[in-house]
């Protein structure tokens, strides 16, 4: 289930707040920049994955046509 449906927008605000407090403002953009880059590899490992996947079943129906 999405855990943010459960966040009321207080709860969001606070999260926000101790986050900022952590962290300070000039450390925020260099986290999300991070966060985004392992976001982005994660998306690129999946697609590779998936390709992966495609090439195993085209090989597999062509061995299995040949039979």
Do not use: C, R, W, Y
Request: hydrophobic residues 40%.
């Amino acid at each position: 289930m999405h855990t943010l449906l459960f966040l009321s927008s207080e709860h969001i605000i606070i999260i926000a707040l101790v986050v900022l407090l952590l962290f300070g403002g000039k450390k925020i953009p260099e986290l999300m920049h991070g966060l985004g880059k392992g976001v982005k590899s994660f998306k690129d490992g999946m697609n590779e994955v998936g390709e992966e996947m495609k090439k195993e079943v085209k090989q597999d129906d062509k061995e299995a046509d040949k039979k």
